[in-house]
């Protein structure tokens, strides 16, 4: 698997030291007894993508991690905490949510579950209830789903707008997911507003003009879905162009229903991700392993839509970089879990649980151009999350059980 892109310039994003010393205050935190220490450094442990360090120890000083290593070698510190045998990984990265929506969509999940086929039109119920929600309201559901995340193992989140389409509800939905994250994007571009139903090209006028000048200064990205039912090729060049051209970094829901230019145009434009990435050509495929794009693959939406899987295997044999996220939205993947997409990785994706841990924490953060987060090494934020397991394998092993025991973020126990 690769290691992914450079972070880019992410004030929150820094470069860590791989060196496993470095001077330790006494008093740090100690985290000792854990049976199996994922870092995502391969210069460490087992010399594997994940650094797989048996009996290992980490140390936090504030948000950082200062020490990891074997347990036996633990420096000295005022405080310790007795992981108690079980494994530690990385907090999870979710590179690609949609949080920031009012409403409910249990009959249309209903009437797929009993045979209707999906559509991207089904955006259009949310947008109504979106639109009619307060900010209170709004806010709230951003922050219940979000801690339902933290408590999966979830330390890093990224959310869109795409549900408001107007200037003012995306710039509002914007400014409320700003409230509970930095990574935010912006995605006037999820489908052609219902009000521009028969002038499509005037609500891409809108969204690269009067709608962008008001979303950019509460964004980090731009987001377009680039699919038969939303915005073609020529459409999604001229948003993230746009978007570029205010400071937002693109990122492209690409080839989830059908074959299109969406992956191609990603890395194109040096796209931090291509999400969905379902239907792929070998030139696609190509295009991927040679650029900087990553991969972002999204099983919750497939298992939702009973539809096809993205091959996995067949992007990481040929080189490209590939991250795991829930794609959480009430309509198409309504789930907040990132272990249970490993599980489906694992089980329908060709994805070993090594590199399915790896592309939900390394990955993810890669898909944010992010180094900071998705590992654990000196100089790393200290988020961490514990299983109730010997080994990060269970997470795939025991599908659907809640192994996560304890979460660490930004060097505070908050699970």
Known sequence: MNTGPAATNNPAATSAPTSANS????????????????????????????????????????????????????????NRVDAGGRAVIPGFVDSHSHLVFAGDRTAEFNARMSGQAYAAG????????????????????????????????????????????????????????????????????????????????????????????????????????????????????????AGKAKGLHPRVHANQLTYGPGVQ??????????????????????????????????????????????????LLDAGVTVA???????????TSSVPFCIALAVRDMGMTPDEAVWSATAGGAAALRRTDVGRLTVGSRADLTVLDAPSHVHLAYRPGVPLVAEVWRKGVRTV
């Open 23 to 78: 001077a330790v205050a006494k008093t740090a935190t100690a985290i000792v007894n854990i049976a199996s220490l994922v870092t995502n450094d391969p210069s460490l442990g087992d010399g594997s993508p994940l650094g797989l360090i048996q009996d290992a120890a980490v140390v936090i000083d504030g948000d950082r991690v200062v020490w990891v290593g074997e347990s036996s070698r633990t420096p000295a510190t005022d």
């Open 122 to 241: 089904g955006i259009r119920t949310t947008v109504a209830a979106t639109r009619a929600a307060s900010d209170e309201a709004l806010s709230a559901n951003v922050a219940r789903f979000m801690a339902e995340a933290l408590r999966q193992g979830t330390t890093t989140f990224e959310t869109k707008s795409g549900y408001g389409l107007t200037v003012e509800d995306e710039a509002r939905a914007l400014r409320i997911a700003a409230e509970h994250t930095d990574e935010v994007t912006y995605l006037g571009a999820h489908i052609v507003s219902p009000d521009y139903a028969d002038d499509p090209a005037a609500y891409v006028e809108l969204v690269t003009g009067e709608m962008l000048d008001a979303c950019a200064p509460h964004a980090r990205w731009v987001d377009v879905f680039c699919e038969k039912g939303a915005f073609d090729g020529d459409q999604a060049r001229a948003i993230l162009t």
């Open 265 to 314: 145009l990603a890395v194109e434009l040096d796209a931090a991700s291509a999400d969905h990435c379902t239907h792929l050509t070998d030139a696609d495929v190509d295009a991927l392993a040679s650029g900087n794009t990553v991969a972002t693959l999204l099983p919750g939406a497939e298992f939702s839509t009973r539809a096809q899987w993205p091959n996995a295997r067949r």
């Open 324 to 334: 795991l996220s829930t794609d959480c939205n009430p309509g198409s993947s309504f």
